[in-house]
């Protein structure tokens, strides 16, 4: 530990006496300095023991000395060192009876003991604490090196938390805990997922310190990796700050779990790579090809049912609807640039890659992520938590946007994300589980919304498909005529068409909710037909017309 006034007091050769603030011994001691100014507060960092001769100082005048002392007091000096024998045979009572009001620790220094002694006892104390905390940090790194070896990041772990006798944590990319050490730390490590996510945000490497009456521990949160997006965050909690043998722990824990992320990148960089070449041999209807080129690597994921998804940025969906692009078919090829992009920050498929895997491992999933281009295709368990997590990763983008939309926009918010789901599927239907994802993408972009399960487009309905302006241009050209005729007041032509076609025909019961005569219904009918040009006894036509009712006023 550094010096403090008491081990100075026991050091027997200054032959130190206290003579005033017997109780403020115990204070580390940065300094020692000499000063003869009447206000040396300017040149004062705090926590320096100062040694004076009191060569311009009145120091008999109670009112002076009490000005004095307090300065010092105030300005952090942590013990005020006075020369007898010098400008004074003994130490005045006035600065005596100062330094015993406000606690400052007086210390008589004998004629025999200069000053430079007393700074070099001082000096020599602080290096010989130094060289205890730097060999205390290199035995801390040999012995955290030992257990990362041998028991991975939670030997690494509980090493680091008896180093600094508190606790430490691991968060993985998504924020969630990895492992704790010692586990009962499990439940403050979790309180913290808010404060690393703010961490996650700021550039690499970053760090922060969390504390306050809402936390039983002083916390500091570390972010891990060596690219600019922290891949994941190391807390370490303590009963006060650390010091300097523990400060060395940490920052060698924080080297070797950076080394063990950087390790684990390169080996998610090759299965991403091997898990391109499996996606590619299923989607082109190998299924055998494929377990024997994915091994043990992804379990029974290629055995049980799964779903394929397909997840584009929403700026590259709104592109493609603005320049009426047809969804382009799968080059599965991992992309570096997508990889980079996605460690850079601000790329919503690299989150969402982050979402599913970290929800997969920490389930003891397996699953496949390709990333190619500006497409996320991820094949997953049914109904495992990878399949959860973006379902609810999407409700809650979903849930973000602004309230006041007036109507969907294609290709939903330009920072965001579409998705689409496949029904479940197995090995041999890949390819049109692919299909289906698409399918479900392209609604997806079409509404404006974030995600659309393939399922939920045969349980509902086609009428929202409607929602397109080339189908609403369709609809307005089919029945601007009949519209323009209704317009002059002539009759009822568009809401006749509309009775008549929702009651299938039936002339009777149309009429009857029109309010009018059959014989009239049938005329009007005939009338459509001529302005038309077209024969209401084509099952095509009245489809069309049906659904360009429905396209233009669809209630």
Not at 135 to 153: D, K, N, S, V, W
Not at 293 to 302: H, I, N, P, S, T
Not at 371 to 385: F, I, K, M, S, T
Not at 400 to 412: I, K
Request: proline share 6%; charged share 25%; aromatic share 4%.
């Amino acid at each position: 530990m550094p010096p403090t006034l008491a081990s100075l007091v026991h050091h027997s050769a200054l032959k130190l006496t206290v003579r005033a603030g017997e109780d403020h011994l115990d204070v580390p001691v940065r300094w020692a300095h000499v000063s003869e100014l009447a206000d040396p507060v300017p040149y004062m960092e705090g926590g320096e023991l100062l040694l004076i001769t009191a060569l311009k100082l009145d120091a008999e005048d109670p009112e002076a000395m009490r000005r004095y002392v307090k300065r010092l007091v105030d300005a952090g000096v942590v013990g005020l060192g006075f020369a007898v024998g010098v400008n004074y045979e003994d130490i005045p009572e006035a600065l005596v009876d100062a330094a015993r009001k406000e606690g400052l620790p007086l210390l008589e220094v004998p004629r025999r003991t200069p000053f430079l002694a007393i700074s070099k006892a001082v000096s020599a104390a602080i290096a010989a604490d130094q060289y205890r905390a730097v060999t205390a940090g290199f035995a801390a790194q040999r012995e955290l090196t030992r257990q990362a070896l041998a028991h991975g990041p939670e030997g690494l772990l509980a090493a680091l938390a008896s180093q600094v006798d508190g606790w430490a944590a691991l968060y993985d990319a998504s924020g969630a805990v990895v492992a704790t050490a010692p586990e009962w730390a499990g439940r403050r490590a979790a309180r913290l997922t808010a404060d690393v996510q703010r961490l996650r945000e700021r550039p690499a490497p970053a760090s922060s310190v969390v504390g306050g009456p809402d936390y039983e521990d002083r916390v500091e949160l570390h972010s891990l990796g060596t690219s600019r997006r922290a891949r994941s965050a190391l807390a370490v909690g303590t009963a006060a700050a650390l010091g300097t043998a523990e400060r060395y722990a940490v920052h060698s824990a924080i080297a070797l779990l950076t080394l063990t992320t950087e390790r684990s990148r390169s080996l998610h960089e090759a299965e991403q790579r091997l898990g391109a070449a499996v996606l590619r041999m299923l989607l082109a209807g190998e299924p055998d090809h494929a377990r024997a080129v994915a091994g043990d690597l992804y379990g029974d994921l290629l055995d049980a049912p799964f779903r394929m998804i397909v997840a584009e940025s929403a700026s590259a969906s709104a592109a493609r609807v603005h320049a009426g692009q047809q969804p382009r078919p799968p080059a599965v090829k991992p992309s570096a640039a997508a990889l980079a992009a996605a460690e850079a920050g601000g790329d919503p498929l690299g989150a969402l890659a982050e979402v599913v895997e970290s929800a997969a491992a920490r389930a003891g999933e397996a699953v496949l992520v390709v990333p190619e281009g500006e497409r996320l295709v991820v094949l997953a368990a049914d109904g495992g938590a990878a399949v959860a997590a973006c379902t609810e990763y999407a409700t809650a983008l979903e849930t973000a946007r602004p309230a006041a939309v007036p109507e969907p926009v294609p290709g939903g918010d330009e920072d965001g994300l579409v998705v689409g789901l496949s029904a479940p599927s197995g090995p041999i239907a890949a390819s049109a589980a692919y299909k289906q994802a698409e399918q479900a993408l392209s609604v997806a972009r079409r509404r404006g919304r974030v995600c659309v399960e393939h399922e939920q487009l045969a349980a509902g309905s086609v009428l929202p498909l409607l929602a397109d302006d080339a189908v609403r241009a369709f609809a307005d050209g089919l029945l601007r005529a009949l519209r323009e005729h209704d317009a002059t007041g002539r009759g009822d032509l568009v809401a006749s068409l509309r009775a008549w076609l929702s009651r299938h025909g039936q002339w009777d019961a149309a009429a009857a909710d029109l309010g009018v005569h059959r014989h009239t219904l049938r005329y009007r009918m005939r009338r459509v037909e001529e302005i038309l040009g077209r024969s209401l006894d084509d099952p095509d036509v009245r489809m069309e017309l049906w659904l360009a009712l429905k396209a233009t006023s669809p209630e």
